[in-house]
């Protein structure tokens, strides 16, 4: 049985998003924020633009499915009510960061009640038929193909958890901070996709909101419904977020490139920019977006993996997580405007996995040479992660921590004056 979210790479790519999360108790910022010191302070831009493709992509993907749970659920059209939830999450946005939490606080509640009966009534009262628990044998391609789409979806994750576990103490601990990011972050997404997979396997209908709300329903009347509600609630918030995050990340490009100051009006102009770009982009695909979704997935999962690697080398095996705060923040500081040893791994690494690609629309000679399976995640790991190790072994760390030093003595001085 494909059970999507049971699928290795799920586990796999949670990992990376679990080693990125151990980085916010120690430094309390933004993840995006903490590729300056590999890639410098404009060299950083780099991967925060596909941070914001990464927020736009998820979001239209998020506005075609919570349009279609409306469709189903109520009969509003899955155009204009898709179009109403990008618009309920952009205002869930402007209002800020704490309405989110709050939000998600509660729902985090209300979505463990609610799966947790939805799964014990649909496991123990809706068989899956015996042929599709058959083991039907190992095949390479569409085996990897799933590994991309799944490990591509976890590692999305990555540009922002350190978002969340910033707020930390400082002294939480890396172990701590890993597993407990692991364990929700694992559990938060297999589960649901474990359920719709049972749920579209038991029922037989390819749509898997109409096969939850069936199979759901078909044990305690109204209880799928309820359950793909509650869902829509949390897709809402997660889109909320989205915006929040993304309209943060457009600023942040803004002004590394020019000087302005952040305002409210900033702020609002920019979730106006990412609502109008992806309503256009929900409108232009439509249900192609959903079809999509495992390529959009694999491109993620292309561009994020040798940063994901660069960023994790040098917090755990480079700078082992000494930096400062002040530098990360001045153009001119210590780690310059455009990191060489960041960038340029980055280069190869790409460069190394594009023979591996292995999508619809482009098949590398490599991934030709093993009939069609991808690795090129494997190949971007190890390229990017040794080329940025090797760079490093020329970087004058002793100076750097003699200037942190100074620096920190400088913050101390003028924390008490």
Known sequence: MDAGGAHPGHP???????????????????QMIQSRPQFGYVGALLVWVFALATYVGFNGFCEVIGGQILQATVGLPSV??????AVVAVLVAITGYRLIHRAQRWLTAAL???????????????????EQLAPSGFAAVPFLAQFGASTGYQLSWAIYVSDYSRYLPADIGNRS??????????????????LGAWGVIATGLPDPIAAMIQAGNSVVPGLGLITVLISLLGLMT??????????????????????????????????????VTNVGLALLTGADLV?????????????????????????????HGRYSVREIFNPAGIYGRAS?????????????????????????????????????????????????????????????????AHIDAELEIARHD
């Open 12 to 30: 796999f790519g949670t990992f990376f998003v679990a080693a990125h999360s151990a980085q916010g108790p120690r430094l309390g910022l933004p």
């Open 177 to 194: 901070s890993f597993w407990w990011t692991y364990t929700g972050a694992f559990l938060g997404s297999w589960w649901p996709m474990s």
């Open 238 to 275: 997660i889109t909320a977020l989205n915006f929040y995050g993304g309209s943060l990340t457009l600023i942040s490009i803004i002004v590394t490139l020019r000087s302005l100051r952040p305002t409210r009006r900033l702020r609002v102009s920019a979730l106006a920019v990412l609502l």
């Open 112 to 130: 463990l009640a609610t799966f947790f009966a939805v799964t014990v009534a649909v496991v123990a009262a809706v068989p899956v038929p015996a």
């Open 80 to 85: 204009p009510a898709g179009v109403a939830v």
């Open 340 to 404: 060489w040893r960041g960038l340029v791994s980055y280069a190869i690494g790409f460069a190394a996995m594009v023979p591996f690609f292995s999508v619809s629309s482009y098949a590398g000679p490599a991934a030709r040479a093993l009939g069609g399976a991808d690795i090129a995640v494997f190949v971007g790991l190890l390229v990017s992660g040794a080329c940025y190790w090797l760079a490093c072994r020329s970087l004058d760390l002793q100076r750097e921590h003699q200037i942190l």
């Open 291 to 319: 079809a999509s979704f495992s390529v959009f997935l694999t491109w993620l999962l292309y561009v994020l993996t040798p940063w994901t690697s660069i960023n994790l080398v040098d917090f755990y095996a480079v700078r």
